[in-house]
């Protein structure tokens, strides 16, 4: 048992559009509501994604950008805190973390297309 999970979850920090479209399937089915089942994926495969371009740019560089990532993650909580409260005048934490959640979903599902398209110029280009 513990086998099967060490497997699903490797697979799904490797390939997180996996945990995006499991989570989606699963949802849609229980719920039938196409809507809140996308902000459900969104909202779960966020940290495989993030997860993910860790590893990918580890595997690129060769060293931990993890410092990176978690400047990135507090840069965009604060533009999204300010814009927030630019706005509404008033700081709906419950709004405001979604915001900042999803947001970073997009940031890093593009870093993750960049990082694995760039890896594979890499490997296939490289002349060892």
Same mark, same amino acid.
Request: proline share 1%; glycine share 2%; charged share 10%.
């Given at each position: 048992?513990? %086998?099967?999970?060490?497997? /699903?979850?490797? $697979?799904?920090? $490797?390939?997180?559009? !996996?945990? #995006?479209?499991?989570?989606?399937?699963? $949802?849609?089915?229980?719920?039938?509501?196409?809507?809140?089942?996308?902000? &459900?994926?969104? %909202?779960?495969?966020?940290? !495989? #994604?993030?997860?993910?371009?860790?590893?990918?740019?580890?595997?690129?560089?060769?060293?931990? @950008? !993890?410092?990176? /990532?978690?400047?990135? @993650?507090?840069?965009?909580? /604060? +533009? !999204?805190?300010?814009?927030?409260?630019?706005?509404?005048? %008033?700081?709906? &934490?419950?709004?405001? &973390?979604?915001? +900042?959640?999803? #947001?970073?979903?997009?940031?890093?599902?593009?870093?993750? +297309? &960049?990082?694995?398209?760039?890896?594979? #110029?890499?490997?296939?280009?490289?002349?060892?």
């Amino acid at each position: 048992m513990s %086998d099967a999970l060490a497997w /699903m979850v490797a $697979t799904f920090v $490797t390939l997180p559009i !996996f945990a #995006f479209y499991l989570v989606y399937i699963v $949802t849609v089915k229980a719920t039938k509501n196409k809507k809140k089942s996308i902000k &459900l994926a969104v %909202d779960i495969s966020a940290s !495989f #994604f993030i997860i993910a371009v860790y590893f990918i740019a580890y595997e690129i560089w060769s060293q931990s @950008l !993890f410092w990176v /990532m978690i400047i990135s @993650l507090i840069v965009v909580a /604060m +533009i !999204f805190t300010v814009v927030h409260w630019k706005i509404s005048e %008033d700081i709906h &934490l419950g709004k405001l &973390l979604k915001g +900042i959640w999803r #947001f970073n979903f997009l940031l890093y599902v593009f870093a993750y +297309i &960049l990082l694995s398209v760039y890896g594979l #110029f890499i490997s296939i280009y490289s002349v060892t």
